[in-house]
């Protein structure tokens, strides 16, 4: 509520664009500070890229060799497809990197009994590769079929503001798994880099003026720098020198095993791991990890679009990025990256931390993921900074990402007892029935339905 004309209280002004963004869309930094900004965005998309083959390549045969080279593969897709959103798809400032909803399929390949016939590890991580390559090939016909066909379009038609807040919000809470938990793993180094990453956005701009907006634009390289500095200090103190493994894997900067893993120079190209194979129940795995990317890359194209200080896009536009997000995730099956594709959520979060929704700066982020691809050992490097770091910036990011989802809530009638039905049931039901799945695997071993078919393609 604002103050009106004879002090009345006066609601707050529906804005179709959000104010307060320094650089929208269109518009630029100079040069100089879109290279920071840029590198900024790769250094938060680097967690997902870190964290998805540290899961899956062990369960697949791989050391750190193979985790290292995934890893650097699925940055490289992550350029190219970033690239290619950003030119001729929704042309929003969208990282497209991998997504945690591929986990699933890619873990239940890797421990399919067909692969316990090789007993080389090496050759077990290279052929299970190979299965995850032809389900997501396969899958990925679904994005590009509803994108470029038009279905898409006709679905997203449909999509107003009371639709479109639970599935922005839910996109970022759903993910509330990778915030405090990872954050928990090392709480000293994790919950200092939460408070000082805090500080340095939201109050030390309000109390140290500055002609230059530096604390709020640079928050995430200046806490990760210095919290990272902690670590190593920790590390060479010997302060986890007789503490469990899992808790100097997670603390010591000195334990990820990339930099020893990586090349120095490697060039992910296709097919790197052999010719793909298709497994009829696995594909179906893998659609519908496909379609769950989908909604929420649609989520995501929404609210970058709104810390972009942009309209709302067209459902036209939304069906065209769906397409390249298909587009997308063929190339990541083509590569072998273990993983499909997905708007980064996090990287949409730090749209709006910094307040700069500009193109040209997730371009320039893409470049460095290339860049970092292919020069490994520079990329392992920031590649193994610890992940209780990652979640601390999750906790935060991933709350701004829920938070556009409140934004949309002000074209809405909250008055309406039918507005708040349909509200609070999505979000609800979004955050019960995946609990419901969740504690019938965890107390059952497998899922509520089962079709009995082995089928082989």
């Given at each position: 509520?604002?103050?009106g004309k004879g002090d009345e209280l006066v609601p707050h002004p529906v804005k179709d664009q959000l104010p307060g963004v320094d650089y929208c869309v269109n518009s630029n930094p100079s040069w100089a500070e879109a290279?920071?900004?840029g590198f900024q965005h790769y250094l938060v998309m680097l967690g997902t890229s870190v964290i998805i083959p540290t899961i899956i390549v062990p369960q697949m045969g791989g050391g750190n060799v193979e985790k290292a080279?995934?890893?650097q593969t699925l940055l490289f897709v992550a350029g190219l497809n970033t690239l290619l959103q950003s030119w001729f798809g929704t042309r929003l400032p969208v990282v497209i990197g991998g997504s945690f909803r591929f986990i699933i399929p890619?873990?239940?390949?890797?421990l399919s009994n067909r692969y316990n016939t090789y007993l080389d590890p090496r050759e077990r991580f290279k052929q299970s590769m190979r299965g995850m390559q032809g389900a997501l090939m396969i899958?990925?016909?679904?994005?590009?079929?509803a994108g470029f066909f038009g279905v898409w379009r006709i679905v997203t038609r449909f999509l107003c503001p009371l639709s479109m807040a639970p599935l922005v919000l839910l996109l970022g809470i759903g993910l509330y798994q990778q915030g405090f938990p990872l954050l928990a793993e090392c709480v000293e180094i994790g919950l200092p880099e939460l408070i000082l990453l805090i500080l340095l956005s939201q109050f030390i701009p309000h109390m140290w003026k500055l002609k230059q907006p530096l604390f709020e634009r640079f928050a995430v390289l200046l806490s990760v720098g210095i919290m990272w500095a902690f670590a190593a200090v920790l590390t060479v103190a010997g302060a986890y020198k007789n503490r469990p493994l899992q808790?100097?894997?997670?603390?010591?900067v000195d334990r990820s095993g990339l930099v020893s893993g990586a090349s120095w120079i490697r060039f992910p190209y296709p097919w790197q791991w052999g010719t793909p194979n298709v497994d009829a129940g696995e594909v179906f795995l893998m659609l519908a990890a496909a379609f769950v990317s989908l909604v929420e890359s649609t989520g995501g194209f929404i609210a970058a679009a709104r810390y972009g200080s942009a309209t709302y896009c067209p459902a036209s536009v939304l069906s065209r990025g769906a397409g390249w997000l298909g587009l997308g995730m063929l190339l990541n099956g083509l590569w072998g990256t273990g993983s499909g594709a997905t708007v980064s959520v996090e990287n949409v979060g730090l749209l709006a931390l910094t307040r700069v929704g500009s193109r040209r700066v997730i371009q320039i982020s893409a470049a460095f993921m290339l860049f970092f691809s292919v020069l490994g050992k520079f990329g392992a490097i920031l590649a193994s900074i610890p992940l209780p770091i990652i979640g601390a910036l999750y906790c935060v990011l991933f709350a701004l990402m829920s938070a556009a989802g409140f934004d949309l809530l002000q074209f809405c009638n909250l008055n309406s007892y039918r507005t708040k039905f349909i509200l609070g049931f999505s979000i609800y039901m979004g955050l019960s029935v995946p609990?419901?799945?969740n504690g019938y695997v965890?107390?059952?071993g497998r899922g509520p339905v089962q079709s009995g078919s082995a089928a082989v393609i």
């Open positions: 509520m604002t103050a290279v920071i900004l080279q995934v890893i890619a873990v239940f390949i890797a899958a990925s016909v679904l994005p590009i079929l808790t100097q894997f997670s603390c010591r609990q419901y799945f965890i107390t059952t």
